[in-house]
């Protein structure tokens, strides 16, 4: 047995190998995230081949979070170049779960090993830019993370300039227009941030925060992959509005824009 701490990749390949074995499928050409709020948008993506648990996989700890499913999914896309295997995560692992940064990005590292070449990022976050909307999604042009940590050990100095794949931002831009582009913020969580801190985040760059996606997008960018991220605004950063945060009202606004959310997805997989 591999085990995750002590040979994470050597537990991708082996979690990769077993998603070969479960859907018959020898590779996956695209990995989806799905973060809070997201799940209703995969009805777009039309009716899955296969879904399990990630607790078939190895690797994969058991979910914590009300509205973090823990299944894995993997759907055939029509696209413009023929079909696409794309393969689905229903919830993730957050640094604030306190179980290190491993369990967080095995399903990134999972999906590279299975064959992926793009991983698109999805979450839930709020807005510090005062033009933002509650249910406006938002791509991640670049990030700043606040966690003094990183998904990579050793010498591996990985250049991080072209992290948010300008390529595919412009081929969703394409698809949707009105589509703004902003800085994103990792906090660890799991409170959420003071007014004050919002005030220091935005002084910084920042546009939009949330307590996932950085070491997803470090560590998939660093096994060679296209990383798109998209934030779905759930709510206000603390301190805008003078309203208080809660987890109930973040995944209420990610399941009132699902509908559009889902459209998007499946646009842009197909471009891909
Ligand atoms: N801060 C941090 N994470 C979040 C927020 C927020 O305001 N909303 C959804 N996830």
């Known amino acids: 047995m591999t085990d995750l701490y002590s040979d994470p990749i050597g537990t991708a390949v082996a979690a990769a190998a077993k998603i070969a074995e479960l859907t018959g499928k020898e590779k996956h050409d695209v990995a989806l995230v799905m973060g809070s709020g997201w799940m209703p948008a995969t009805d777009a993506l039309g009716k899955a081949t296969h879904e399990f648990a990630v607790t078939d996989i190895p690797g994969f700890p058991a979910p914590t979070v009300v509205g973090h499913g823990g299944l894995i999914r993997s759907y055939e896309i029509a696209g413009a170049n023929g079909t696409i295997n794309a393969l689905v995560f229903l919830g993730r692992t957050h640094l604030y779960e306190g179980k290190g940064l491993e369990p967080v990005v095995h399903g990134v590292r999972t999906a590279v090993k299975a064959g992926c070449k793009v991983v698109v990022l999805t979450n839930a976050c709020g807005g510090i830019n005062r033009e933002y909307k509650v ?25 991080l300039t072209d992290l948010y794949s300008k390529r595919i931002r412009e081929l969703v831009k394409h698809e949707d227009d009105s ?22 985040l935005r002084i910084m760059g920042a546009d939009l925060v949330g307590m996932s996606t950085v070491p997803e997008a470090i560590a998939a960018h660093a096994l060679g992959a296209e990383v798109l991220g998209i934030s779905l605004v759930t709510n206000a950063a603390a301190g805008v509005t003078g309203e208080k945060l809660s987890h109930t009202e973040v995944m209420e606004a990610g399941k009132a824009a699902a509908g559009r959310m889902g459209e998007l997805l499946a646009k842009v997989l197909k471009q891909l």
């Open 135 to 159: 249910g406006q999604p938002v791509l991640i042009r670049d990030h700043i993370s606040m966690t003094a940590t990183s998904p990579l050990i050793g010498a591996d100095f990985v250049d």
């Open 179 to 200: 589509l703004s582009e902003g800085v994103y913020v990792h906090w660890r969580g799991p409170a959420y941030e003071t007014p004050a801190e919002i005030n220091m």
